[in-house]
């Protein structure tokens, strides 16, 4: 059975010198964002089996990291990760237990295809998974009393990934009237197809909703009713999924309002789903006058609106925000 729990790592004085860049870089950075719920980063998920091993996935980088304190507990672990479901449709959000082949409608586990054993093939059974992480426990590294190794993912890693979710997306596309591109840009740009994503301000899932602003509005302005969603409900990706659909109908139809030009109403729903509607008008008018900062987004041309929100949004995060978020959307364009 395993647990989400906090990445036990070595103790801070050690300097990771005998991994690569990318993977010390991981697990500095992961020392400082975390707590007992797991990571605070998105696109990072940590679980373990045992206390003697731990398994950091890293969805954006595409990478997996395994250490153990026998080379044997080491080899268990990989053969637990490679054979895992970690879709809260088919394990508990909670616990993320359950290692194995627990998918009944594809037989498959959650990293099929995304990581290829030796051979060049997918892994999916207990043999091939045997095979592949005893060539992989050879190559171990040691560090501060552990035995670790990294996994790499294939490069096309998120497009796999990516593909489990298309359905949702067009199901909520056309229940809500946004695009299915605009969807998988932000999905990508929230966790990078983490379904267990958790940020430091609790927001949950693929799609990074938070429950008392983005979900409640959803329930009340959508359903109808006052609810508050529970984190089970939001780590479900189908549920993740409409919900943040039905927010960005809000956003496009309620919030921002009176924008007239398309274009420019969606990068405003993008800076908008990041930053919040009050930050978007604060940029435009030092006041925050929704009808004075509507009014100039109207008289700007939408190359000037995109130049204003990338330059001059008061918010650091939502201007990169919605460079990434546009610059993903080209790859979705045809789904």
Known sequence: MAVLVVLALPASAVEFDQYDDDVAALLREYKGHSDQKG????????????????????????FIFVSGI???????????????????????????????LVNQNTNRPFFWGQVLDHTGKPIESS???????????????FEAGRFSV???????????????????????????????????????????????ARSRSNALGLMQIKADTAGRDYFSLIKGYKHTPSSSFLYSPKNNIEVAAGYLSILGNRYLVGIQDPKKLEYAMISSYNG?????????????????????????STKEFYWFLT????RKETRNYL?????????????
């Open 127 to 141: 043999r091939s998974a045997a095979e592949f992480a005893d060539r992989l426990v050879r190559r171990r590294v």
């Open 150 to 196: 990294t996994i790499s993912m294939v490069e096309t890693h998120k497009d796999i990934a990516g593909s489990k979710y298309v359905k949702y997306a067009k199901v909520a596309s056309r229940e809500h009237n946004v695009p299915v591109s605009l969807m998988m840009a932000i999905m990508e740009t929230e966790s990078s197809f983490n379904p267990l």
């Open 311 to 314: 330059n001059r949004h008061i």
């Open 70 to 100: 026998t080379p044997e507990s080491l080899k268990q672990s990989i053969i637990n990760v490679l054979l895992t479901q970690i879709d809260p449709s088919v394990i508990d959000a909670k616990t993320a237990q359950d290692f194995g």
């Open 39 to 62: 990571s605070y980063t998105p696109s990072v998920l940590s679980f373990n089996e045992t206390s003697e091993t731990n398994t950091l996935v890293d969805f954006e980088k595409g």
């Open 323 to 335: 460079k990434k978020v546009n610059g993903k959307k080209t790859k979705y364009i045809n789904l």
């Open 276 to 300: 919040g509607a009050g930050n978007l008008w604060r940029s435009l008018n030092k006041k925050g006058n929704k009808t004075q900062a509507i009014a100039r987004i109207n008289k700007m």
